[in-house]
């Protein structure tokens, strides 16, 4: 019986064989869907779409920031639009030429950015490989003439650097036409003997930054010749000046750049634009909290927008309505609020009802509605809430989650609480996941545990997200993948499903091959059968990974080498079910969760030596054999796909490895008779 025909009892996360849902109730809550005529509720913004729409908003991936292994060109280019070179670059090129650099810098100073451009400028965008932080730097050694980027040496790897190991390295890259630059933490200490190879980064001036910004825009259209110059002006003035100098970093600039952009465009007013820009600051946030703190409807909405950035206002609304008792709980009673609705004299004697609308809310805690969203991907109109200061919702947060004592706690018991809808497991796991970056102690990741142990799928991949996003922060490289290994080998489904859904998100696309050998894990359990829902993570990760093209080899040998498994384990269960899938119509099925669905005859047209052993070896499987030959068959009888696969020569090299392989004989000696009778009766 094929891993597709599974027979196991419905669970809360079962579906059938086709990807669509069984017949237990609690599937409901996987099924992406919502119920009393809202769908669609949350925010769309592109990357990576597919599915059916609601599935488009709960499952989109983002791109990485940071990979190990070759950078996209096109992400690469669009790392460098409106780049300014920062004063140290001269030197960086200087010491560069001995083909490695560390660059030492200080958080969000654009030391990666301007790493990607040195590197670029010897090897082009199409040439950067980024490397995971290594637990000891001396033991890598470059493949390629190419140009390498290691983002956060790890403490471990800067004690074990010195002159000996450094000049084998630089000796190493040298040999291979290869370059390498390393960016290190500027409280991460390094040996004195490396200095030779340091340079410290300085930023670029954020005012070049905002004029350069503004120049990409005019130049793609954005800006007109006169908004462009006009907001040169505004720049130019002491209010922007001042702004600039009080906030010195490239992303400063930017922000102003876009700021301005509002301005011109828009016809928003310089006081309204600067005190978005500085609503945003850490200190304005613990203002903003501080002066609410008596407050458990303004906190519980502040909550709300920060951890569900762009999510339609009718779920802002209703996630607050769950935080907010769990916060009145947590003091005395709320005084009377003097001045608001229904609180005239005697206000204390009557009880509102009503309470403040909700867009009256809003702008007691600086927030708004966007304009309503219309997408292709959406089956109704979607009003995000937003708060009005750039980075506000991030630094709001950040100071109530780490700042406040038992805050987290709340949030994670109304997230719990709460009725799915689509995107919040995107929203809330990236929100959490960049909160999270800046936590300490070792509850920073165990608090994940418990939505990671879950047996609804939205909440695994909200822990999925929010992993995602911390490892791309590199201090929190490795404890990520430290916990993505326990997790891979835990008893609990659950638990390993969560370590798939994480290998289908940024994290398994910034890293293919470690990202694979986690699926390979998670599936490696001894007696135990391939149950639905790691059926269903394990083939999401593996079409998530396929939306990047060179990851098909890596699939293609990872699948053949399941099918060599034994049969009735997880492993060689899956094969079957891509095999077959792949074969009769795609991989993932049409009705299953995926990101990119793949074919038998597009696998032999791109990679045909690889597909053709994967052909071999599901042909001699009898789980595979006939679903394999109805795919050949398929194959030879669409002249298109015949001509794309070049048939002919599959079927060659079929019948060349007949004599040892009892499976293929089998299918050419089929083949053959199909043929000779196919002729027969023409001649009839």
């Not at 040169?232 to 100098?245: E, I, K, V």
């Not at 010195?248 to 750049?257: K, N, S």
């Not at 339609?312 to 009377?336: K, M, N, Q, S, Y």
């Not at 007696?527 to 098909?552: C, I, Q, W, Y």
């Amino acid at each position: 019986m094929s891993a597709g025909a599974d027979t196991t009892a419905p669970g809360p996360d079962h579906e059938d064989s086709e990807g669509g849902p069984g017949p237990g109730s609690s599937y409901r809550d996987n099924q992406q869907r919502v119920d009393q005529g809202l769908a669609i509720m949350g925010g769309v913004m592109g990357d990576v779409f597919f599915g059916t729409p609601d599935e488009d908003v709960s499952e989109r991936i983002r791109k990485p920031r940071l990979r190990e292994g070759p950078y996209p060109a096109d992400d690469v280019r669009a790392r460098l639009r409106g780049f300014v070179e920062p004063p140290t670059h001269t030197r960086c090129r200087k010491v560069l030429d001995s083909h490695l650099l560390v660059l030492r810098a200080g958080s969000g100073t654009g030391a990666g950015t301007a790493a990607f451009a040195l590197l670029e400028e010897r090897y082009g965008a199409d040439g950067i490989t980024g490397l995971d932080s290594p637990d000891d730097l001396s033991r890598w050694s470059p493949k390629e003439r190419r140009g390498y980027l290691l983002q956060g040496l790890s403490p471990k790897a800067a004690d074990l650097l010195g002159e000996v190991a450094l000049t084998a390295l630089a000796s190493l890259l040298r040999r291979s036409g290869a370059h390498l630059v390393v960016t290190v933490r500027m409280e991460t200490a390094l040996p004195g003997d490396t200095l030779p190879w340091q340079v410290t980064h300085r930023p670029p001036p954020p005012a070049e930054v905002a004029v350069k910004r503004l120049s990409t825009m005019a130049e793609a259209g954005e800006l007109t010749a006169g908004q462009e110059a006009d907001a040169l002006r505004h720049l130019a003035s002491p209010d922007f000046t001042g702004q600039l100098d009080a906030h010195p970093l490239p992303g400063d600039g930017v922000a102003v750049a876009q700021g301005l952009r509002d301005l011109v465009v828009a016809g928003k007013s310089a006081a309204s634009v600067l005190a978005d820009l500085r609503t945003g600051s850490p200190a304005a946030a613990r203002k903003a909290l501080a002066e609410a703190r008596d407050r458990a409807d303004l906190i519980s909405l502040m909550a709300a927008i920060s951890l569900l950035p762009d999510q339609d206002r009718t779920i802002v609304e209703r996630f607050g309505a769950i935080l907010r008792p769990h916060i009145d709980g947590r003091g005395g009673p709320a005084p009377a609020v003097a001045g608001g609705p229904g609180h005239g004299k005697g206000a204390a004697a009557r009880h509102d009802v009503l309470g403040p609308a909700f867009e009256d809310r809003l702008a007691a805690v600086g927030a708004r509605l966007l304009p309503p969203r219309y997408g292709a991907a959406q089956r109704y109109p979607v009003q995000p809430v937003d708060f009005s200061g750039r980075h506000r919702s991030d630094a709001l947060l950040r100071s109530l989650w780490l700042e406040y004592e038992g805050m987290a706690e709340l949030l994670w018991k109304s997230l719990d609480e709460a009725p799915h809808h689509p995107g919040v497991e995107l929203a809330a796991g990236e929100a959490i996941g960049k909160v999270l970056a800046h936590a300490t102690g070792p509850d920073t990741l165990r608090q994940l545990h418990p939505f990671a142990a879950s047996d609804k799928r939205w909440r695994r991949r909200l822990v999925a997200n929010a992993l995602g996003e911390m490892v791309q922060h590199p201090a929190l490289t490795g404890a990520v993948r430290e916990q993505l290994r326990q997790w891979s080998r835990a008893a609990p489904v659950a638990l390993r499903c969560t370590v798939a859904e994480t290998c289908g998100g940024s994290y398994g696309l910034a890293r293919p091959a470690a990202a694979l050998k986690l699926l390979d894990t998670v599936l490696g359990r001894a007696g135990e059968k391939l149950e639905v829902p790691m059926r269903t993570a394990v083939s999401f990760a593996l079409s998530a990974l396929l939306s990047e093209d060179a990851n098909h080899a890596l699939f293609l040998d990872l699948l053949r080498e399941w099918q060599g498994a034994g049969p009735g384990t997880p492993r060689h269960g899956l094969a079957v079910h891509a095999v077959e899938s792949m074969s009769r119509d795609s991989f993932p099925l049409p009705k299953a969760p995926g990101v990119r669905r793949v074919r038998l005859a597009e696998l032999l047209a791109i990679h045909p030596e690889r597909a053709r052993g994967l052909v071999v070896a599901a042909l001699d499987d009898p789980a595979t054999h006939e679903a394999v030959a109805a795919g050949l068959f398929l194959i030879e009888s669409d002249p298109e796909l015949r001509r794309r696969t070049a048939f002919p020569q599959v079927l060659a090299d079929l019948a060349a490895s007949a004599r040892n392989h009892r499976g293929v004989l089998r299918f050419v000696l089929r083949h053959h008779r199909s043929r000779t009778a196919s002729t027969e009766r023409l001649a009839s």
